[in-house]
Protein backbone atom coordinates (compact mmCIF):
# COMPACT_ATOMS: atom_id res chain seq x y z
CA UNK A 1 0.00 0.00 0.00
CA UNK A 2 1.51 3.28 -0.69
CA UNK A 3 1.76 6.98 0.99
CA UNK A 4 -1.33 8.16 -0.84
CA UNK A 5 -3.18 5.22 -0.50
CA UNK A 6 -7.27 6.84 -0.48
CA UNK A 7 -6.53 9.87 -1.78
CA UNK A 8 -8.17 10.89 -4.97
CA UNK A 9 -6.81 13.32 -7.58
CA UNK A 10 -7.75 15.02 -10.36
CA UNK A 11 -4.92 16.07 -12.57
CA UNK A 12 -5.25 19.22 -15.27
CA UNK A 13 -2.45 19.14 -18.20
CA UNK A 14 -1.28 16.15 -19.50
CA UNK A 15 -0.73 16.21 -23.07
CA UNK A 16 1.66 13.56 -24.48
CA UNK A 17 3.58 10.34 -22.88
CA UNK A 18 6.45 12.68 -21.63
CA UNK A 19 3.87 15.31 -19.95
CA UNK A 20 5.24 16.30 -16.04
CA UNK A 21 1.84 15.76 -15.59
CA UNK A 22 1.98 12.21 -17.06
CA UNK A 23 5.33 12.10 -14.52
CA UNK A 24 3.02 13.00 -11.52
CA UNK A 25 0.08 10.70 -12.69
CA UNK A 26 2.16 7.79 -12.89
CA UNK A 27 3.80 8.71 -9.22
CA UNK A 28 0.51 9.05 -7.59
CA UNK A 29 -0.64 5.45 -9.12
CA UNK A 30 2.57 3.81 -8.02
CA UNK A 31 1.50 5.09 -4.23
CA UNK A 32 -1.88 4.38 -4.95
CA UNK A 33 -4.00 7.64 -5.22
CA UNK A 34 -7.30 7.19 -7.48
CA UNK A 35 -6.71 9.74 -10.45
CA UNK A 36 -9.36 11.55 -12.71
CA UNK A 37 -8.16 13.34 -15.55
CA UNK A 38 -8.96 16.12 -17.74
CA UNK A 39 -8.33 16.86 -21.60
CA UNK A 40 -7.79 19.80 -23.13
CA UNK A 41 -9.87 18.91 -26.26
CA UNK A 42 -10.77 15.66 -28.65
CA UNK A 43 -7.38 15.48 -30.47
CA UNK A 44 -5.83 14.80 -26.72
CA UNK A 45 -8.61 12.74 -24.94
CA UNK A 46 -7.32 9.60 -26.75
CA UNK A 47 -3.40 9.87 -25.00
CA UNK A 48 -5.68 10.96 -21.81
CA UNK A 49 -8.03 7.83 -22.01
CA UNK A 50 -5.40 5.63 -23.10
CA UNK A 51 -2.84 6.84 -19.55
CA UNK A 52 -5.79 6.50 -17.57
CA UNK A 53 -6.13 2.93 -18.65
CA UNK A 54 -2.62 1.94 -18.34
CA UNK A 55 -2.19 3.20 -14.44
CA UNK A 56 -5.35 1.09 -13.53
CA UNK A 57 -7.86 4.35 -13.24
CA UNK A 58 -11.40 4.54 -14.07
CA UNK A 59 -11.38 5.95 -17.27
CA UNK A 60 -14.75 7.29 -17.15
CA UNK A 61 -13.27 9.85 -14.81
CA UNK A 62 -11.68 11.95 -17.83
CA UNK A 63 -13.23 15.23 -18.84
CA UNK A 64 -12.92 18.02 -21.62
CA UNK A 65 -11.61 20.58 -20.06
CA UNK A 66 -10.44 23.91 -21.75
CA UNK A 67 -9.38 25.74 -18.42
CA UNK A 68 -9.83 29.23 -20.80
CA UNK A 69 -13.96 28.70 -20.28
CA UNK A 70 -15.53 28.70 -17.13
CA UNK A 71 -18.55 26.58 -18.07
CA UNK A 72 -15.81 23.80 -18.99
CA UNK A 73 -14.63 23.90 -15.49
CA UNK A 74 -17.51 24.29 -13.66
CA UNK A 75 -18.31 21.43 -15.89
CA UNK A 76 -15.43 19.07 -14.87
CA UNK A 77 -16.53 19.55 -11.24
CA UNK A 78 -19.95 19.18 -11.84
CA UNK A 79 -19.71 15.85 -13.44
CA UNK A 80 -16.26 14.78 -10.87
CA UNK A 81 -19.14 15.72 -7.89
CA UNK A 82 -21.53 12.90 -9.19
CA UNK A 83 -19.04 10.25 -8.89
CA UNK A 84 -16.83 11.12 -6.37
CA UNK A 85 -17.88 12.80 -2.37
CA UNK A 86 -14.71 14.26 -2.45
CA UNK A 87 -11.63 15.60 -3.42
CA UNK A 88 -8.32 15.34 -2.17
CA UNK A 89 -5.75 16.59 -4.38
CA UNK A 90 -6.02 18.93 -7.74
CA UNK A 91 -2.81 19.36 -9.71
CA UNK A 92 -2.61 22.52 -12.53
CA UNK A 93 -0.17 21.43 -14.83
CA UNK A 94 -1.07 23.87 -17.49
CA UNK A 95 0.78 27.12 -19.39
CA UNK A 96 0.29 28.26 -22.65
CA UNK A 97 1.77 31.51 -24.62
CA UNK A 98 1.31 31.88 -28.71
CA UNK A 99 4.00 30.80 -30.19
CA UNK A 100 5.36 34.13 -31.91
CA UNK A 101 5.38 34.97 -28.09
CA UNK A 102 7.92 32.73 -27.39
CA UNK A 103 11.04 34.00 -29.93
CA UNK A 104 13.02 37.05 -30.80
CA UNK A 105 12.95 39.77 -27.88
CA UNK A 106 11.29 40.67 -25.68
CA UNK A 107 9.91 43.93 -26.41
CA UNK A 108 9.84 42.72 -30.21
CA UNK A 109 7.87 39.77 -29.45
CA UNK A 110 5.41 41.12 -26.37
CA UNK A 111 1.72 42.13 -27.20
CA UNK A 112 -1.00 43.16 -25.61
CA UNK A 113 -3.29 39.90 -26.46
CA UNK A 114 -0.14 37.66 -25.80
CA UNK A 115 0.01 39.13 -22.56
CA UNK A 116 -3.62 38.67 -21.92
CA UNK A 117 -3.80 34.87 -23.41
CA UNK A 118 -0.68 34.04 -21.41
CA UNK A 119 -1.58 35.09 -18.37
CA UNK A 120 -5.16 33.85 -18.21
CA UNK A 121 -4.31 30.27 -19.32
CA UNK A 122 -1.05 29.68 -16.90
CA UNK A 123 -1.87 31.84 -14.53
CA UNK A 124 -5.88 33.10 -13.95
CA UNK A 125 -6.72 29.13 -14.36
CA UNK A 126 -5.12 28.20 -11.31
CA UNK A 127 -7.36 30.31 -8.90
CA UNK A 128 -10.33 29.48 -11.36
CA UNK A 129 -9.93 25.81 -10.60
CA UNK A 130 -9.39 26.56 -6.94
CA UNK A 131 -11.85 28.06 -6.61
CA UNK A 132 -14.31 25.46 -8.90
CA UNK A 133 -12.69 22.94 -6.60
CA UNK A 134 -13.15 23.68 -3.25
CA UNK A 135 -16.72 22.57 -2.52
CA UNK A 136 -15.37 19.36 -2.83
CA UNK A 137 -11.52 20.07 -1.01
CA UNK A 138 -13.30 21.57 1.83
CA UNK A 139 -12.64 19.56 5.10
CA UNK A 140 -10.20 17.08 3.65
CA UNK A 141 -6.91 18.11 4.45
CA UNK A 142 -6.09 18.84 0.57
CA UNK A 143 -3.48 19.55 -1.50
CA UNK A 144 -3.00 22.20 -4.29
CA UNK A 145 0.20 22.05 -6.15
CA UNK A 146 1.20 23.79 -10.06
CA UNK A 147 4.09 23.91 -12.02
CA UNK A 148 6.02 26.89 -12.59
CA UNK A 149 9.79 27.87 -13.74
CA UNK A 150 12.73 29.61 -12.97
CA UNK A 151 11.95 32.06 -15.61
CA UNK A 152 9.53 33.56 -13.23
CA UNK A 153 12.33 35.36 -11.30
CA UNK A 154 15.43 35.10 -13.78
CA UNK A 155 15.22 36.26 -17.45
CA UNK A 156 15.65 33.61 -19.92
CA UNK A 157 16.14 34.22 -23.06
CA UNK A 158 12.58 33.44 -25.74
CA UNK A 159 10.35 32.53 -22.73
CA UNK A 160 9.61 36.29 -22.79
CA UNK A 161 5.68 36.51 -21.58
CA UNK A 162 5.75 33.53 -20.13
CA UNK A 163 8.25 34.61 -17.51
CA UNK A 164 6.23 37.20 -16.21
CA UNK A 165 2.76 34.39 -16.39
CA UNK A 166 4.95 32.20 -13.87
CA UNK A 167 5.86 35.15 -11.69
CA UNK A 168 2.12 35.69 -11.68
CA UNK A 169 1.24 32.24 -11.04
CA UNK A 170 3.97 31.84 -8.13
CA UNK A 171 2.00 34.94 -6.32
CA UNK A 172 -1.11 33.39 -7.07
CA UNK A 173 -0.16 30.36 -5.55
CA UNK A 174 1.16 32.31 -2.43
CA UNK A 175 -2.62 33.95 -1.90
CA UNK A 176 -3.71 31.02 -2.30
CA UNK A 177 -1.92 29.18 0.19
CA UNK A 178 -2.48 32.17 2.51
CA UNK A 179 -6.31 32.00 1.53
CA UNK A 180 -7.56 28.35 1.66
CA UNK A 181 -4.89 27.57 4.34
CA UNK A 182 -7.45 27.95 7.20
CA UNK A 183 -9.66 25.57 5.74
CA UNK A 184 -6.60 22.95 5.89
CA UNK A 185 -5.97 23.38 2.11
CA UNK A 186 -2.23 23.53 1.37
CA UNK A 187 -0.71 24.97 -1.99
CA UNK A 188 2.58 24.69 -3.25
CA UNK A 189 4.52 24.58 -5.88
CA UNK A 190 7.03 22.90 -8.23
CA UNK A 191 10.13 24.67 -10.21
CA UNK A 192 10.83 21.93 -12.70
CA UNK A 193 13.83 22.18 -14.65
CA UNK A 194 14.54 21.98 -18.58
CA UNK A 195 12.25 18.89 -19.61
CA UNK A 196 11.49 17.46 -23.14
CA UNK A 197 8.24 18.22 -23.19
CA UNK A 198 5.51 18.81 -25.76
CA UNK A 199 5.19 22.54 -24.48
CA UNK A 200 8.94 23.26 -24.04
CA UNK A 201 9.05 22.31 -28.15
CA UNK A 202 7.27 25.38 -29.16
CA UNK A 203 10.08 27.47 -26.92
CA UNK A 204 12.65 28.96 -29.55
CA UNK A 205 15.97 27.61 -28.80
CA UNK A 206 15.06 25.28 -26.26
CA UNK A 207 17.86 22.35 -27.29
CA UNK A 208 20.64 25.30 -26.16
CA UNK A 209 18.62 25.85 -23.12
CA UNK A 210 18.71 21.78 -22.35
CA UNK A 211 22.39 21.52 -23.11
CA UNK A 212 22.69 24.82 -20.38
CA UNK A 213 20.98 22.88 -18.43
CA UNK A 214 23.32 20.23 -18.20
CA UNK A 215 26.35 22.26 -17.81
CA UNK A 216 25.42 24.57 -15.54
CA UNK A 217 23.49 22.01 -12.96
CA UNK A 218 25.78 20.95 -9.92
CA UNK A 219 24.26 17.37 -10.82
CA UNK A 220 25.81 18.07 -14.51
CA UNK A 221 22.09 17.19 -16.33
CA UNK A 222 18.84 17.61 -16.69
CA UNK A 223 15.97 15.99 -14.98
CA UNK A 224 13.00 13.28 -15.70
CA UNK A 225 9.38 13.54 -15.47
CA UNK A 226 9.48 10.46 -12.90
CA UNK A 227 11.69 12.91 -10.58
CA UNK A 228 9.13 15.57 -10.48
CA UNK A 229 6.47 13.43 -10.25
CA UNK A 230 8.01 11.66 -6.79
CA UNK A 231 8.23 15.04 -5.44
CA UNK A 232 4.83 16.03 -6.63
CA UNK A 233 3.66 12.75 -4.35
CA UNK A 234 5.98 13.78 -1.60
CA UNK A 235 3.79 17.75 -1.72
CA UNK A 236 0.29 15.97 -2.18
CA UNK A 237 0.96 13.47 0.26
CA UNK A 238 0.37 13.63 4.47
CA UNK A 239 4.18 13.40 4.32
CA UNK A 240 4.15 16.99 3.48
CA UNK A 241 1.61 18.63 5.86
CA UNK A 242 3.40 21.32 7.18
CA UNK A 243 4.54 22.11 3.67
CA UNK A 244 2.14 25.20 1.98
CA UNK A 245 3.03 27.84 0.05
CA UNK A 246 6.25 26.79 -1.06
CA UNK A 247 7.77 26.78 -4.26
CA UNK A 248 10.16 23.66 -4.53
CA UNK A 249 13.04 23.41 -7.39
CA UNK A 250 13.39 20.07 -8.97
CA UNK A 251 16.36 21.27 -11.50
CA UNK A 252 19.17 19.27 -10.76
CA UNK A 253 20.18 22.04 -9.01
CA UNK A 254 20.55 24.47 -11.71
CA UNK A 255 18.58 27.64 -9.95
CA UNK A 256 21.34 28.04 -7.51
CA UNK A 257 24.22 28.65 -9.78
CA UNK A 258 25.39 31.93 -11.18
CA UNK A 259 27.46 31.35 -14.06
CA UNK A 260 28.77 28.09 -15.30
CA UNK A 261 32.82 26.83 -14.23
CA UNK A 262 34.61 24.75 -17.00
CA UNK A 263 35.04 21.49 -16.14
CA UNK A 264 38.58 21.55 -16.16
Not at 149 to 159: E, G, L, M, R
Not at 245 to 250: A, L, S
Request: proline share 2%.
Amino acid sequence: MGFMAGKRALIVGVASDRSIATGIAEAFAREGAEIAFTYQNDKLKSRVVKLSERLGQNTELCYPCDVSSDDEITGVFDALGKQWDGLDILVHSVGYAPRDQLEGGFTESITREGFQISHDISSYSLAALAKAALPMMEGRKGAILTLTYNAATKVVPNYNVMGLAKASLESCMRFLAADLGPRGIRVNAISAGAVKTLAAAGISGFRKMLGYAEKASPLRRTVTIEEIGNTAAFLCSDLASGITGETTFVDAGSNIMAMTFDDD
